[in-house]
């Protein structure tokens, strides 16, 4: 299973982005799907997630009320709608997925995935 980011680039303050992260390989039902985000020097930090099956989602504090998350099960594809943005949303943003085989970790941790895409790089302009 590959996850292939994309969506990323260059926007000024308060202005919207959106992240796309497409599934691929062999047929894959993940359990849920998240967007993290990681600076030079600092931990993953999580974002937000979604449910595969019922849609329910979860946010960070700093992504509620301005991001989205949602999701395509025909595409196999979950997005990230980003508005509002600021220079500290600047970060390059992964996307992941845990699969059914995986039961540790919490949904809001790093290790509570098994499968990564390889980041989209999001910069904020002041």
């Known amino acids: 299973v590959q996850l292939q980011a994309s969506g990323g680039g260059l926007v000024q303050t308060g202005g919207s982005l959106r992240l796309n992260c497409a599934a691929s390989?062999?047929?894959?039902?993940?359990?849920?799907m998240g967007w993290f985000r990681q600076t030079p020097g600092k931990e993953r930090e999580f974002v937000a997630a979604?449910?595969?099956?019922?849609?329910?989602?979860s946010y960070s504090g700093s992504a509620r009320g301005r991001f989205t998350i949602s999701k395509d099960n025909v595409q196999n594809a979950v997005y990230l709608e980003m508005n509002s943005l600021k220079p500290e949303d600047t970060a390059v943003y992964y996307c992941?997925?845990?699969?059914?085989?995986?039961?540790?970790?919490?949904?809001?941790?790093?290790?509570?995935?098994?499968?990564w895409g390889q980041g989209t790089l999001v910069t904020v302009s002041s």
């Open positions: 992941a997925a845990r699969s059914p085989l995986h039961t540790s970790g919490y949904l809001t941790g790093p290790r509570g995935y098994d499968y």
């Open positions: 390989g062999r047929t894959f039902t993940p359990v849920v």
């Open positions: 979604i449910y595969w099956g019922d849609g329910v989602t």
